[in-house]
C-alpha cells in the first residue's frame, strides 16, 4: 500500500462512487476497484491480527457465517442452542444465500467462511466437507416421475439463478427430453413447498427438507440414481485468514453433532 492508495480510498469516499472516482481520478474504474479491494484485505489481515493477539483459546468475538437456506434448515438450526451453550462469548451471525453468493462474500472478506454445496475448486478458499445430502425430485403428490414428460413445458419451482440445486434440476430435467418453461423463482423454503405442492411445478431438495411435508402428503419426493442425488455440503473460508477459536469451536460442534 502507498499514498496513492489511500487518495483512491479518500475520492471514493469523498464522491461516494467508485464510478465518479475513476473519472475524477482519470482511471478505469475496475482499478479503483482492484486498490479498494487491497485495502479491504489489509483491513482485514489487520484485524486477524488483532484476533490472534488476544486469542487466548477460549471461544469469543464474532463469527459471520454464510449457509444454504436448506442447510440452515436442516442442520445448523438445530445446532444453535449447543454453539450458544458450549461458547457463551461469541456472537455467531447467519447469512443465507445460494451458493454463488456466499462464495464471493466469502472472497471479499464479508463473512468469515460459508457452508456452501461442493465441491468447490478456487485457488483462495479452503474447503471442508461436513454434511453429505441425499438429493430428490419433489413434486404434487399426484405426479409421478414418469408422467413428467407428458405434462408439456415444464417449470422449475427454485431459488434465484446461483442455486446449484437449480443448476442440477436444469441440467437432470433436459437431459431427461423435459421441455421446460420459464422458471418461477422463490426466495423462501416454505414459498417454494407451496407452489409445488399446488401443483405448479417441480423442484430438487435434500430429503430431509421436504420429509414432513412430504409425511403430511403434501408433496411427493422421487428417489434419484446416486450420481444425481449426492452431494455434499461443505464448509469454504479463505486460505489467508486465521481460523479463531471460535471458527475451531463451531467446526468442533458439528463433528461431534448425531
Request: net charge positive.
Amino acid at each position: 500500500m502507498d499514498l496513492s492508495d489511500l487518495k483512491v480510498f479518500e475520492t471514493v469516499l469523498r464522491l461516494g462512487s467508485i464510478s465518479r472516482a475513476a473519472t475524477q481520478l482519470c482511471t478505469a474504474q475496475s482499478k479503483v476497484t482492484t486498490r479498494i479491494r487491497v485495502l479491504a484485505r489489509l483491513s482485514k489481515l489487520a484485524a486477524d491480527a488483532r484476533a490472534a493477539a488476544r486469542d487466548d483459546g477460549v471461544p469469543r468475538g464474532t463469527l459471520l457465517i454464510g449457509s444454504l437456506e436448506t442447510t440452515t434448515a436442516l442442520r445448523l438450526s438445530p445446532l444453535l442452542p449447543r454453539v450458544a451453550n458450549a461458547c457463551p462469548h461469541v456472537q455467531l451471525t447467519i447469512t443465507t444465500g445460494n451458493t454463488t453468493r456466499l462464495l464471493n462474500y466469502v472472497l471479499e472478506y464479508r463473512l468469515d467462511g460459508a457452508f456452501v454445496a461442493g465441491p468447490v475448486d478456487h485457488p483462495d478458499l479452503h474447503q471442508r466437507p461436513f454434511f453429505h445430502e441425499e438429493l430428490v425430485l419433489v413434486t404434487a403428490p399426484s405426479v409421478r416421475t414418469k408422467d413428467l414428460a407428458a405434462i408439456g413445458p415444464l417449470k422449475m419451482i427454485v431459488f434465484q439463478t446461483g442455486c446449484s440445486y437449480r443448476t442440477r434440476l436444469e441440467t437432470m430435467l433436459m437431459e431427461m427430453g423435459i421441455t421446460l418453461s420459464e422458471p418461477q423463482e422463490l426466495g423462501s423454503l416454505d414459498a417454494i413447498i407451496s407452489c409445488v405442492s399446488a401443483g405448479l411445478g417441480v423442484t430438487l431438495m435434500p430429503r430431509g427438507v421436504i420429509a414432513a411435508a412430504a409425511r403430511d402428503g403434501r408433496v411427493a419426493a422421487h428417489a434419484l440414481p446416486p450420481s444425481r442425488a449426492a452431494v455434499k455440503t461443505v464448509f469454504v473460508w479463505r486460505k489467508d485468514v486465521y481460523v479463531s477459536s471460535a471458527m475451531t469451536a463451531l467446526f468442533d460442534l458439528i463433528e461431534s453433532w448425531p
